[in-house]
């Protein structure tokens, strides 16, 4: 776990911010607080912080407001939930928007370390993915574009791929045209990023 990554907890209860902050420093974590739930959202929109702990009933702003807001804004920060009595439902239905973990009141320090970590690993795959995405769909795009590199494709397969951070499966699925695994992993394909796809899939021979 890098100390850089970056922690703010968002909760009305000062001795909750109080232990969270106390809790997580000592695990290693840049910790930020704040008692003030819009006050909360304004610094996880403004600054970068790995992940958020939120609590979801805050006199000034509906906790599940600030999830949402940090979805749509912070998709690759993580959320975990503080919920108290009568909220456990609200946090499930929290999960079901992408927060990675939810922990009740009260808790123990192990549960606050062990719900940070959870998530940062989650966190961290998930960007992991993304990038990988990203590159799939930039070497499509190339592909597209440039008419060697197309040709270097279909004639030597993926040792050309050997400069990018890919995986396995990810440069078989260039190669080989798998359009069905590339929309799966990578999302919508422009009409552009498909063409090589297709192109590959025309092609009698390499």
């Not at 001795?15 to 969270?20: E, G, H, Q």
């Not at 959870?118 to 008419?147: C, F, H, M, S």
Request: proline residues 2%; charged residues 30%; negative net charge.
């Amino acid at each position: 776990m890098s100390a850089q990554q970056k922690v703010l907890v968002v909760d009305n209860e000062a001795m909750v911010t109080r232990s969270c902050r106390r809790i997580l420093t000592e695990a290693g974590y840049d910790v930020d607080t704040s008692e003030s739930g819009r006050q909360g959202l304004a610094r996880a929109l403004q600054e970068r912080f790995d992940l958020v702990f939120t609590d979801l009933k805050m006199p000034d702003l509906d906790g599940m407001e600030l999830v949402r807001t940090l979805r749509t804004n912070r998709p690759r920060t993580a959320i975990v939930v503080i919920t108290g009595y009568g909220t456990v439902r609200t946090a499930v239905e929290a999960a079901k928007m992408g927060v990675s973990d939810y922990i009740e009141k009260p808790f123990t320090p192990a549960e606050i370390t062990e719900a940070a970590g959870r998530a940062l690993g989650t966190a961290q795959k998930q960007r992991q993915v993304t990038v990988e995405a990203d590159l799939v769909k930039e070497v499509l795009r190339l592909a597209a574009r440039d008419n060697t590199f197309a040709w270097d494709l279909l004639t030597k397969g993926s040792r050309v791929l050997s400069g990018y951070a890919l995986s396995s499966e990810a440069k078989a699925a260039i190669v080989s045209g798998d359009i069905a695994w590339v929309e799966r992993e990578c999302g919508e394909l422009t009409d552009e990023e498909r063409r090589w796809l297709q192109r590959r899939l025309e092609a009698e021979t390499w």
